[in-house]
């Protein structure tokens, strides 16, 4: 299922005004999934402190629990494609609506630190299903003239999933009078924040009951007849749906599917596009960026602001990553890939650089010196926008279109698990390295921003403008 971005194009007409609205309604409903994903995985930033007073543990174990989700995505997003063409991409999104509800409920209620870690894993394992049928599902059911901007859907609601979750927690922070485990309808104020989440889960099963199912499963089971309803609701009546139906199935029969063993060559085991696929997506997490997302309340809680406006800077913070996400959807088609990435990493070294110099300065009364504080938080925002301009978007859209036809499938699954790989090792050891060093922390992070200026500059090529077919 993962080559379903490459769904035919030719004789599937645009759609028609009364149509489109139908067709954005669609694409709205599935990216519920990236607005969970999102959420799921930001959520934690307002419970990581209270976690920690709650069961009396130290970073490392800390850590993992905040990490052990991780584990769960990596599984979903391996498992999902699967089980879509086993059972269909709407069975998929309730499976994985139940799973987010699920979780929600067990996080906010666990009876002891080894359950709310279990409820991560399995939200985790939510998180890897919506982070693979979200895009699949949208590709597969939008008219060829609307596909790349209802495929933008699917990462603007990631990051609107996690603004909103800073958002709320500031909410039930501030009805807690400022504690993290104050009292709030019963329970402590983190696990409020944790089962808030049902509420999105919720929505998003209901939605996958108003949206239809794939052209492209239901073709692949043998339903025509309702395939072609779905294809005239979605592009209209004036093209030939007998015609695409059999343009569709051609796709399917002529694919290649292809396999691990088609990555392997070179002189270093894989092939070196694949490397290259896999050091895109290296680092974009080794420059820190989920420590952002999943720490920063507490990470501005160590250098002495209060928990009320450490949750105030994570949803600024969360802003400003949707406003470079915006910029990155505006300029990636007219600047170009690279250049964007160039650029974005500059921007990055320079951020981190100064939160580094920032956090190497003693605490004065439990509080960075002014200066160094305002420095720190400015230059954490910039970092952020950098990283949401550039390498948050351009990443995914290098890995989608930089492989040969014949290997796509397999090497964007592997260049994804090493992200994921990736996205764990920052997660768990970024407890542990803080209370070794924060400044030190933050300068390895500089470094992998800068070393992955001639990382670009030496081994990615262009993508824009070139054909798929182009990729050798």
């Not at 005004?17 to 990236?34: C, D, K, Q, R, T």
């Not at 909103?164 to 924040?193: H, T």
């Not at 949401?388 to 397999?410: C, D, H, K, Q, T």
Request: hydrophobic share 55%.
């Amino acid at each position: 299922m993962t080559s379903t971005a490459q769904a035919p194009q030719s004789g599937a007409g645009t759609a028609h005004p009364e149509h489109l609205g139908h067709v954005i309604f669609i694409a709205a409903a599935a990216a519920m999934g990236g607005f969970l994903f999102g959420y799921d995985s930001a959520v934690i930033n307002g419970a990581v402190e209270a976690i920690r007073g709650r069961y009396d543990i130290g970073s490392a174990a800390l850590a993992q629990v905040i990490a052990i989700a991780l584990i769960g995505c990596a599984i979903g997003a391996a498992t999902a494609g699967r089980i879509a063409d086993r059972i269909g991409r709407i069975r998929c999104m309730q499976i994985s609506a139940v799973l987010f509800t699920v979780s929600a409920v067990g996080s906010a209620l666990p009876f002891a630190l080894w359950d709310l870690a279990l409820w991560r894993i399995i939200g985790g394992f939510a998180i890897g299903m919506a982070s693979v049928i979200g895009p699949a599902y949208i590709a597969e059911v939008s008219p060829a003239a609307y596909r790349g901007r209802l495929g933008s859907f699917q990462q603007a609601a990631i990051v609107i999933g996690i603004a909103i979750s800073q958002l709320v927690n500031w909410g039930i922070l501030n009805a807690a009078g400022g504690d993290q485990r104050g009292k709030l309808m019963g329970l402590e104020a983190w696990q409020v924040m944790l089962g808030v989440m049902v509420i999105p889960a919720v929505l998003y099963g209901l939605l996958s009951f108003a949206i239809p199912e794939s052209p492209r499963f239901l073709i692949s089971v043998g339903r025509h007849d309702r395939a072609h309803e779905v294809l005239k609701e979605v592009e209209g009546d004036k093209i030939d749906l007998n015609a695409r139906v059999a343009e569709i199935e051609h796709a399917m029969k002529s694919e290649h599917k292809s396999s691990f063993k088609d990555l392997l060559g070179g002189s270093f085991f894989f092939k070196p596009i694949v490397w290259v696929g896999i050091g895109l997506s290296v680092f974009q997490q080794f420059v820190g960026i989920n420590v952002a997302f999943y720490y920063s309340s507490t990470l501005w809680q160590s250098v002495g602001v209060d928990p009320s406006q450490s949750f105030f800077y994570s949803f600024t913070t969360s802003i400003i990553n949707i406003i470079g996400t915006v910029i990155a959807m505006i300029f990636v088609d007219r600047v170009g890939r690279k250049p964007l990435a160039l650029i974005g990493s500059v921007g990055m070294v320079i951020g981190l650089g100064l939160e580094a110099w920032a956090f190497s300065y003693d605490l004065v009364g439990g509080k960075l010196p002014a200066t160094q504080g305002w420095v720190a938080l400015i230059a954490a925002h910039v970092f952020v926008l950098f990283f949401a301009l550039s390498w948050g978007v351009v990443v995914w859209v290098f890995l989608g279109e930089m492989f040969p036809n014949r290997i796509r499938a397999a090497a964007l699954g592997v260049a994804a698990s090493a992200q994921w790989i990736a996205n764990w090792a920052i997660t768990a050891s970024f407890p542990s390295l803080a209370d070794w060093n924060l400044s030190a922390t933050y300068v390895i992070y500089t470094a992998f921003a800068a070393l992955s200026i001639p990382f670009v500059l030496k081994y990615v090529k262009e993508t824009k403008g070139k054909a798929l077919e182009e990729m050798g």
